[in-house]
């Protein structure tokens, strides 16, 4: 082999040498899933139908149930699951850190979130907005009547800046009142230390129900934000972002196509090729992500579509009785929307 023949071959060594250490490090995450044979999920420290223990001590909610989708995509087993409790302020740098594998609670996507913290968000799995909650006996009807108000939010979230952005734009004063954990924000609102409280409309009506006269306190009408809201991982690790992006995806996708845990064994025998694709009866689609060509209907069958999911934790039929609304699917009037695997 002459010189130029001999540069090119070791040109060419390194460069396969370089992509199989890229590959290597894409892949860290879902490798060490499998390896450890759990998947380590980031929640909240207890949200009413979102993320939080019941009488029995077992995590249950919307967003644990996004936990339990993915290990039944990883590992066929929506049961092998730690889950680890955050605070609002420890729960990114518990997922840079590499504490966990996944964040699941309620966390707003932002540009500053992905491009400062070096954290990617594998899309939307609730659209929500910040609003507000306040005594009934105020006879406030809107967030226009809060003017003078003493206003509290939970410390590390958006919400504070956004509460601020509002009353500035509306030329109202108010004081506003941090509090460092959802636990120490209900127990200041309903001890009356503080005249609203403003959060994620969705985590207001999870926390009325904390209260000691729920009945006694109203969730305003308006909405001052834009919060939608989703699944958390690192960045740098492009396989694990699919993994977690399609998982969502396969539960709106399934209930696009009238695909849910009660109807998978039909689904399992259809001919409509968008279902033969979803189920893994035709093509190879989980098998590119790293998982097996059944991957979606392993989700359906120990989790359920997405629209299960969604009634079961915190639709109407639940305690905490939230409207569909945007969460609809976009052929339903909403604005919830999956690629579609092909």
Request: proline letters at 3%; glycine letters at 10%; hydrophobic letters at 40%.
């Given at each position: ?12 060594a ?19 899933v ?9 929640v ?8 939080a ?5 077992e995590?249950?909610?919307f967003?644990v ?18 889950y ?9 740098p ?5 504490d966990?594998?996944?964040l ?11 491009a ?19 005594p009934a006996a ?54 009356g ?7 994620d409309?969705?985590q ?7 209260l000691?006269?729920p ?36 539960m ?24 033969k694709?979803l ?13 097996t ?21 915190i ?28």
């Open positions: 082999m002459n010189k130029l023949g001999t540069a090119l071959a070791v040109a060419g390194l460069f396969v040498s370089h992509i199989g250490h890229s590959t290597a490090a894409d892949a860290a995450t879902l490798a060490d499998k390896a450890r044979g759990t998947l380590k999920c980031g909240s420290q207890g949200l009413q139908g979102f993320s223990k019941d009488d029995k001590g995590w249950k909610g967003d149930d996004l936990c339990r989708a993915v290990a039944a995509a990883v590992l066929g087993d929506p049961a092998k699951v730690e680890v409790p955050l605070s609002a302020e420890a729960r990114f518990a997922l840079k850190k590499g966990i594998d996944l699941s609670r309620n966390s707003t996507w932002t540009l500053s979130r992905e400062d913290l070096g954290l990617m968000f594998a899309g939307v799995s609730y659209y929500d907005g910040q609003g507000f909650m306040v105020k006879n406030v009807n809107g967030a226009l009547e809060l003017g003078g108000f003493e206003v509290c939010t939970q410390a590390g979230t958006t919400s504070a800046l956004n509460v601020t952005d509002y009353f500035k734009q509306n030329r109202m004063e108010f004081q506003l009142v941090e509090l460092p954990n959802v636990e120490e924000l209900t127990k200041a609102y309903d001890a230390k503080c005249d609203a409280l403003t959060t409309v969705s207001l009506y999870a926390l009325r129900l904390k000691s006269k009945a006694d306190h109203i969730v305003l009408p308006d909405v001052i934000s834009k919060e939608p809201l989703g699944p958390v991982v690192r960045q740098g690790d492009d396989q694990w972002l699919n993994v977690v992006k399609w998982t969502l995806y396969a709106l996708n399934a209930e696009e196509l009238g695909v849910s845990s009660q109807t998978l064994d039909q689904a399992l025998k259809s001919e409509k090729p968008d279902v694709r189920v893994g009866t035709e093509g190879a689609y989980g098998e590119q992500l790293g998982l060509k059944d991957f979606a209907a392993l989700i359906v069958k120990n989790v359920g579509n997405y629209g299960e999911v969604f009634e079961a934790n639709g109407t039929g639940s305690k905490l009785g939230i409207p569909r609304g945007i969460n609809q699917l976009w052929s339903a009037g909403g604005i919830q929307y999956a690629p579609p695997i092909r």
